[in-house]
């Protein structure tokens, strides 16, 4: 099945030829050389997909995910649940990426480790969920993990009077056993640091003996539309949360009930594609663009206009127009503003800033230092190391304008970094991105999609090869 079509004028895409990714995941950004006219689907929400998971598991039927992300955090999370006694198999479809998912719960038991990998859902949602189980759990993850803030996670279980076991560490490796019962109440958490910590809870609490009020105790809580998605997805399942007062959440005990759910596209794995418009110029289309949605990318809507872009939705479909672009002969014009709703936008934007004409500060995205890697201080490296004038804030970074020039692009193990690596080397030639696979934690397809952005051509479905082979 074809999921691309390029109808755009006939150049070549790479000024050098194509640089293909190497075994080892080095591969060299493509450099454009004309304006775009692309339209592009996507596959599904990370975040969407391992929140349906969750409440799957814990619902009191069985459940199908139609359209789900297929990608190393989901694989996780499907192994994680599939670890604790859940079943889920794959049912075929006539969809480009990959098959539907047929849910069913089952009895949660322990004596088990469950791989978080770099996760951060996985080892934020699944410990409450674990704590239904009955049985010892370990949870582990990749060594960049163990560097992840989990504290908040370790103290609110004991709160809820789960026996943990982290040896003082309040990271990865800790373990936990679970009674088959988790009482509940009131428990008082601070998530400053990312909001997965009140999602977690939110997700299991329904089943907790006694539900959840839960309150957050810290100055600042980031990525508000990531707590909206995870109280609009358990309302779709019958479960009604209650906010009396801000960063205070009720929820009662109550049947979660197993559905049928169509996963949204990835809006926030769009934010490369559409930035590359007002980079090589021309026009970038994502189809199947919801018209309502909790994902952040929706605020791409109004955040790429701030540089430039004239942004129109006909239908579900959402077209970027860059203009001349970048690549063109237009200027991008520096910006000040603060993502404190999607941090996850952050490095797309902080790249798009980096090739401005003026100066930009990009605030409200402080609790990015506890993600993959710190991103903060990884962009900021990355694009001085390029010629880059980067300084890091309390709560952000400031850009002033500077020539990039040819470089390694450092990824982190993570995929946000690997994908702001690729905007830049589309303005900068010889950007050689130092492993482009760890985009398969979210977008197993990512350089084969940029390959067709580019105008390669028709990219047939991904359905037949191996996503995750590397693993």
Known sequence: MQVFRYSGPEFSPYEDGHTPETDDGRWVAPRASGPLRASLSLPGSKSLTNRELVLSALASGPSTLRLPLHSRDSALMIDALKALGTSITEVPNDEP????????????????????????????????????????????GDESARRRPMKTT??????????????????????????????????????????????????????????????????????????????????????????PSRGVWVVPPTPIEGREITIEPDLSNAAPFLVAALVAGGTVSITHWPADTTQVGADLIELLPLWGATVTLDGDTLTVDGGDGLIGGGALPGV????????????????????????????????????????????????????GRV????????????????????????????TAGAIIGLAVEGVEVDDVRVTSKT???????????LGRGVHESPADIDLLGFL
């Open 97 to 140: 990426y990959g098959p539907d998912l047929l849910i069913t719960p089952g009895e949660l038991t322990g004596g088990t480790t469950i791989d978080c990998g770099l996760a951060g859902t996985v080892m934020r949602f699944i410990p409450p969920l674990a704590a239904l189980a009955l049985g010892p759990i370990t949870f582990d």
């Open 154 to 243: 370790i103290e609110s279980l004991r709160a809820l009077g789960v026996d943990v076991t982290d040896d003082g560490r309040g990271s990865l490796p800790f373990s936990l056993y679970g009674t088959g019962e988790v009482e509940g109440g009131d428990v008082s958490i601070d998530a400053s640091a990312s909001s997965q910590f009140v999602s977690g809870l939110l997700l299991s609490a329904p089943r907790f003996a006694r539900g959840l009020t839960l309150t957050h105790t810290g100055e600042t809580l980031p990525s508000l539309p990531h707590i909206e998605m995870t109280i609009d997805v358990l309302a779709q399942r019958g479960v009604q949360v209650t906010s």
């Open 336 to 387: 000040d503003v603060d993502l404190s709703r999607g941090g996850e936008l952050a490095p797309a934007l902080v790249a798009l800033a980096a090739l401005a004409s003026g100066p930009s500060t990009i605030t409200g995205i402080g609790h990015l230092r506890g993600h993959e890697t710190d991103r903060l201080k990884a962009l900021a490296a990355e694009i001085n190391a390029l010629g």
């Open 391 to 418: 300084t890091e804030l309390e709560d952000g970074l400031r850009l002033e304008p500077s020539p990039l020039h040819a470089g390694q692009w450092r990824s982190y193990e993570d995929h946000r970094m690997a």
């Open 443 to 453: 977008l197993p397809q990512f350089v084969s999609l940029w390959d067709d952005l």
